[in-house]
């Protein structure tokens, strides 16, 4: 092709291991989607309607449990109609808009658990002076920054990739990656911007991930001097953590898989470890939410009361 306005679809050629079982893969997506789309409205409903849960660390499990249905519905709604479908195919503008989904999802994850992150530092470490610290103002900026920073860089990254001139339009995967994309394209010396801004963004979420870590490490030895900040840590820094750990595994194996990944294996298998991020998270995180934090468990236990 001698350049990308001849490209006007790409083929999700990894959908075709599916066909053979698609009405009850189609079953249990579709089940599986509203789950989670049951379990993270059921959240956000209680948080907004309940003005004992307006605060910082409920507002940013809120936008945990947004990022949540806007990474789902990026990816399971165009899947399931994949799967009804005889073409498998996707249009050009479609499948550069379900890459800014997909990758802006996961790094808008990775920037909420750094701001919880440094919510819990502030609660625990700093608890005299936390409400001046946290005030509305700053938790208006650091919920907007987790989005807004993601959504930039992989504007600008999009945008980049759609100026490529590309030699093939078969991705072997369930959904459109940016990295995918670009390694359609006819020239590697035209796929040096997108390197940099790769590897700039791997380096900003990098530092991300150590300031957790290191937030974590220092709240865990803090709080070993005092039994009252022991329990505020595992009442409220736990379920952090969990998400922290399962985010990273599913994140950091999917792109060390894309990238390094031997091309042997299955393409069932290759399917499902490519889809674990939007698996695993959008469910999970607020099912242990739900049941570990103390005031969201009452809420809903109330409410199951009545009912």
């Known amino acids: ?11 999700l050629s990894g959908i075709n291991e599916t066909m053979n079982y698609r009405i009850t893969i189609f079953s249990l997506t579709l089940l599986y989607y509203c789950v989670v789309l049951f379990v993270n409205i059921t959240l956000i409903v209680i948080i907004i309607r309940d003005e004992n849960l307006h605060e910082p660390m409920y507002v940013f499990l809120c936008s945990f449990c947004i990022n949540g249905l806007y990474g789902a519905t990026g990816f399971y709604p165009r899947f399931l109609f994949d799967l009804l479908s005889s073409s498998h195919e996707i249009s050009y503008e479609g499948c550069l808009l379900q890459a800014f989904v997909m990758y802006s999802f996961a790094c808008c994850e990775m920037s909420i658990l750094a701001v919880m992150a440094y919510d819990r530092y502030v609660a625990i470490c700093q608890p005299l002076r936390y409400h001046s610290i946290m005030t509305r103002r700053r938790l208006a ?52 911007a997108n390197n940099i801004i790769s590897h700039l963004t791997t380096l900003f979420y990098v530092l991300h991930g150590f300031f957790i870590v290191w937030t974590y490490v220092h709240l865990a030895i803090t709080c070993t001097n005092s039994k009252e900040d022991r ?21 950091v194996f999917d792109l060390m898989f894309m990238r390094f990944g031997s091309k042997t294996l299955p393409q069932s298998l290759t399917n499902l470890i490519g889809i674990k991020f939007v698996i695993f998270p959008p469910l999970v995180n607020p099912i242990i939410y739900g049941f570990k934090l103390q005031k969201i468990r009452g809420k809903i236990a109330g409410f199951v009361r009545k009912k």
Request: net charge positive.
């Open 1 to 11: 092709m001698d350049n990308t306005s001849a490209l006007r679809t790409f083929t």
């Open 141 to 192: 900026a650091l919920v907007g920054s987790s989005w807004l920073v993601p959504f930039f860089i992989f504007s600008l990254g999009v945008s980049v990739t759609s100026t490529l001139k590309l030699c093939g339009s078969k991705l072997q995967k369930l959904f459109c990656v940016n990295w995918m994309i670009y390694e359609l394209a006819c020239s590697k010396s035209d796929t040096l």
């Open 231 to 251: 329990v505020k840590f595992i009442q409220t820094c736990i379920p952090h953590l969990v998400s922290l750990i399962i985010f990273l595994f599913v994140i």
